[in-house]
């Protein structure tokens, strides 16, 4: 019988050292994640949507699978969502990522782009980023993202019965967009809290309004 009851706590051991290491490899391997993710977040427009990276953002995409909301724009403007677009090309290569933000007074489409320079562009044609890199000025060419907002923004009004869209181009704060000529209002990230608070489609939407807009253009809804 004492035999029994120590094979008994001996295997209880085992599996609680067991759980204690499945545990452990869980938040390292949640840990590591967060950290890799940091990188690009930092550089990105989110730091200028979400609270913070870890608990705003990271933990609700990760372990919630949905980062729809946010807490600085739930100050900023009460209720809302928020919707993720990644435009490809035909080859599958990222084109132009677009955030829409849909709350009472209406929806924006924010064209975001992260990048370093002195961007050169237009309406019409490839936009071109040069900057100094060993000492020797290099030139890329980049996608133009009025582009495919401009295409987004057509998608949008079609799904949504022609209900009207404001949109931006939001560019990296270290960017130089003096020579960026656009129909669309171009933005600094340092500037999307005031453009987002002047936002109005000149229509309102309640709650329910807002989630089905939501649902509509491809979010899951989760309480």
């Known amino acids: 019988m004492i035999l029994f009851e120590q094979g008994e706590l001996s295997s209880s051991s085992k599996m609680n050292t067991l759980i204690y290491i499945i545990v452990f490899f869980a938040i390292l391997l949640f840990s590591i994640r967060a950290a890799l993710g940091y990188r690009s977040y930092k550089r990105s427009i989110y730091p200028h949507i979400y609270d913070n990276y870890l608990f705003d953002y990271f933990y609700k995409l990760n372990v919630f699978r949905d ?40 929806i924006l489409s924010i064209a975001h782009l992260h990048s370093n ?65 656009s129909s669309f209002r171009i933005c600094k990230f340092s500037e999307l809290e005031s453009v987002i608070r002047e936002a109005d489609c000149g229509y309102g939407l309640n709650d329910s309004e807002i989630d089905e807009i939501y649902t509509k253009l491809g979010g899951k809804l989760s309480r």
């Open 67 to 106: 980062a729809s909301r946010s807490g600085y724009l739930k100050r900023l403007l009460g209720y809302h969502r928020l919707v993720y677009a990644n435009l490809t090309n035909k080859e599958g290569k990222l084109c132009a990522q677009i955030l829409t933000l849909i709350h009472s007074k209406g």
């Open 117 to 181: 320079g002195s961007i050169h562009g237009s309406d019409q044609g490839n936009w071109y980023v040069k900057r100094i890199e060993e000492n020797k000025e290099k030139k890329f060419k980049i996608e133009n993202p009025g582009v495919y907002l401009k295409e987004y923004i057509s998608h949008l009004t079609k799904t949504l019965s022609d209900r009207k869209v404001q949109s931006i181009i939001a560019i990296n704060d270290e960017c130089d967009i003096s020579d960026v000529h």
